[in-house]
């Protein structure tokens, strides 16, 4: 009886955290993913300023959610990074995501300078580089979807940009929705994802490519399907990925940080998957 007892103690402040957090990132996959679809619908200057609402809102929740080493100097790195990056590729459109490769390779001796530049509190430097890494890359990565649009035109840019964009986060908050009601079987016990979320995700992001893409010359029935359901299944997979981080690293003390750290389940699947939607378009174009 004993044990039992102990084991209902230790799991429930788990499964409470972790059910809230659903919530927040229901809210934020809403807000951002909704921005960016009726953006990319309206034009591309409204795309590049909702790129770079997401690229801010990922910054903050990452640095401080993450309570990574070296925050300040990791926070400046992101905001040249993602100041460059949307600059080259509004600048440079008919070079495909070719500008960005500089963006990446100077960000890399940046954030060796940043390492070095933090003195006495150098410590946890591996931590601090690979967090610093993956904010780089999540800075520069959602500029995929302004060269998605340039890519198919005017007319139909904006269409299969929000395509995109809507099984994205579509998946992502039908992912939250069914785990905040039903998270089974579960992959983990403190980690309150299911599978019948990721199966909910790839199927509502298969109608969504339906339903936007059904219409395209380029795309039609069964590409427009397999798109949706693709980046919708990946939507799915990267939010199981994030819940397993949030779960498993060492909570911020400050509760800004607390506050934000629910929204890297939203934005970082939504940053990290736009280059693997401009790829796979692209493909099914050619």
Same mark, same amino acid.
């Given at each position: 009886?004993?044990?039992?007892?102990?084991?209902?103690?230790?799991?429930?402040?788990?499964?409470?955290?972790?059910?809230?957090?659903?919530?927040?990132?229901?809210?934020?996959?809403?807000?951002?993913?909704?921005?960016?679809?009726?953006?990319?619908?309206?034009?591309?200057?409204?795309?590049?300023?909702?790129?770079?609402?997401?690229?801010?809102?990922?910054?903050?929740?990452?640095?401080?959610?993450?309570?990574?080493?070296?925050?300040?100097?990791?926070?400046?790195?992101?905001?040249?990074?993602?100041?460059?990056?949307?600059?080259?590729?509004?600048?440079?459109?008919?070079?495909?995501?070719?500008?960005?490769?500089?963006?990446?390779?100077?960000?890399?001796?940046?954030?060796?300078?940043?390492?070095?530049?933090?003195?006495?509190?150098?410590?946890?430097?591996?931590?601090?580089?690979?967090?610093?890494?993956?904010?780089?890359?999540?800075?520069?990565?959602?500029?995929?979807?302004?060269?998605?649009?340039?890519?198919?035109?005017?007319?139909?840019?904006? *269409? +299969?940009?929000?395509?995109?964009? =809507?099984? /994205? @986060?579509? !998946?992502?908050?039908? #992912?939250? %929705?069914?785990?905040?009601? &039903?998270?089974?079987?579960?992959?983990?016990? *403190? +980690?309150?994802?299911?599978?019948? =979320?990721? /199966? @909910?995700? !790839?199927?509502?992001? #298969?109608? %969504?490519?339906?339903?936007? &893409?059904?219409?395209?010359?380029?795309?039609?029935?069964?590409?427009?399907?397999?798109?949706?359901?693709?980046?919708? !299944?990946?939507?799915?997979?990267?939010?199981?990925?994030?819940?397993?981080?949030?779960?498993?690293?060492?909570?911020?003390?400050?509760?800004?940080?607390?506050?934000?750290?629910?929204?890297?389940?939203?934005?970082?699947?939504?940053?990290?998957?736009?280059?693997?939607?401009?790829?796979?378009?692209?493909?099914?174009?050619?």
């Amino acid at each position: 009886m004993t044990r039992v007892t102990d084991a209902t103690t230790t799991e429930e402040p788990v499964l409470e955290d972790v059910s809230l957090w659903l919530v927040v990132t229901f809210v934020a996959a809403a807000l951002v993913g909704g921005g960016l679809w009726l953006a990319a619908r309206d034009s591309a200057t409204a795309l590049l300023a909702a790129v770079a609402a997401t690229q801010a809102v990922f910054a903050l929740a990452w640095v401080f959610g993450t309570a990574m080493p070296g925050r300040k100097g990791a926070l400046v790195i992101a905001v040249a990074a993602a100041v460059a990056a949307d600059v080259v590729t509004s600048v440079w459109p008919r070079d495909r995501l070719d500008p960005l490769l500089p963006v990446l390779a100077l960000a890399i001796p940046a954030m060796f300078v940043h390492q070095l530049l933090r003195g006495a509190a150098r410590v946890q430097v591996v931590a601090s580089l690979s967090a610093t890494a993956l904010l780089v890359f999540g800075e520069v990565a959602p500029t995929a979807l302004l060269q998605l649009r340039h890519e198919f035109g005017t007319k139909a840019g904006g *269409t +299969v940009t929000a395509a995109a964009v =809507a099984a /994205i @986060a579509g !998946a992502l908050v039908i #992912g939250c %929705l069914v785990d905040m009601l &039903l998270p089974a079987p579960r992959f983990d016990q *403190t +980690v309150g994802r299911g599978l019948l =979320a990721l /199966i @909910a995700s !790839a199927g509502l992001g #298969g109608s %969504l490519g339906y339903l936007t &893409l059904r219409d395209q010359a380029q795309f039609g029935v069964r590409s427009g399907t397999f798109a949706g359901g693709s980046l919708g !299944a990946l939507a799915g997979l990267m939010a199981i990925a994030c819940s397993f981080v949030l779960a498993t690293t060492a909570k911020p003390h400050a509760w800004l940080g607390r506050s934000l750290r629910p929204v890297i389940g939203a934005v970082l699947p939504i940053v990290v998957i736009a280059p693997v939607a401009f790829l796979l378009c692209l493909a099914i174009r050619s």
